[in-house]
């Protein structure tokens, strides 16, 4: 079975500072990646996704941006942050073309000061 | 427009009372995933259901899948303070994506 790995845990950035949210993957080849964005205790916004290396899909305007550079790497960036940024950001990687369910990895708190 | 209803969205009932959480939708699903979180985690896989009707058990929750795939629910027979926590149902449109209702916070009080 495949594990999500996502760091840091926790993250606390001022205004205006640049962000790299990294997401890997193990015991899968050639997933499918996804970063979500869930506000307090509600459901699950998806932000991008990827099918693969380089391949990048962008699902709402937004101050982020993500990229591909690995089969199992998928990193989510900002040049400059803002408030509104704060949230808890969430992996999920999809295997096998046959296969829908998603599986997540254990998120990313970030507090926007 | 939330393109998958979920409810309710909160719940909080007594240890062994049985409950039931929805999800509708206009849309017609290939399948759909129904995940638990806990606070500050990431979800976890409860099931995945594919076929119009299909009924899947897991212990005290039964998870139905609608007739038509557009509608989902999980019920959950004598529930547990361990049950907390937010229920969370997804639809798969196409092959890339799934679309996420709001969550179910359920809390069980002993």
């Known amino acids: 079975s495949q594990t999500i790995h996502q760091w840091p845990a926790t993250l606390v950035q001022p205004v205006g500072s640049p962000l790299s949210l990294e997401c890997t993957v193990e015991?899968?080849?050639?997933?499918?990646l996804y970063w979500y964005r869930q506000a307090a205790g509600r459901g699950l916004q998806l932000l991008f996704y990827?099918?693969?290396?380089?391949?990048i899909s962008s699902e709402v305007p937004q101050n982020l941006s993500a990229s591909r550079p690995q089969d199992r790497q998928f990193i989510l960036s900002s040049k400059k942050l803002l408030l509104s940024d704060s949230g808890f950001y969430l992996c999920?990687?999809?295997?096998?073309?046959?296969?829908?369910?998603?599986?997540f990895g254990p998120g990313t708190r970030l507090l926007v000061l | 427009t939330q393109l998958l209803e979920q409810s309710p969205q909160f719940l909080s009932i007594q240890e062994g009372e049985n409950l039931t959480v929805y999800c509708n939708s206009s849309s017609v699903f290939s399948s759909l995933q129904w995940y638990r979180q806990e606070p500050g985690e990431g979800p976890v896989l409860l099931v995945t259901?594919?076929?119009?009707?299909e009924v899947k058990k897991l212990k005290r929750l039964t998870f139905q899948f609608g007739d038509a795939r557009k509608d989902s629910s999980l019920h959950i027979t004598a529930a547990q303070p361990g049950d907390t926590g937010l229920y969370l149902c997804?639809?798969?449109?196409?092959?890339?994506?799934?679309?996420f209702g709001q969550g179910t916070r359920l809390t069980i009080n002993p």
């Open positions: 999920a990687s999809r295997s096998g073309k046959r296969q829908e369910t998603q599986y």
């Open positions: 990827s099918v693969g290396i380089g391949q």
């Open positions: 015991g899968t080849s050639n997933p499918n």
């Open positions: 259901v594919v076929t119009g009707g």
């Open positions: 997804a639809g798969a449109l196409g092959a890339q994506k799934l679309v």
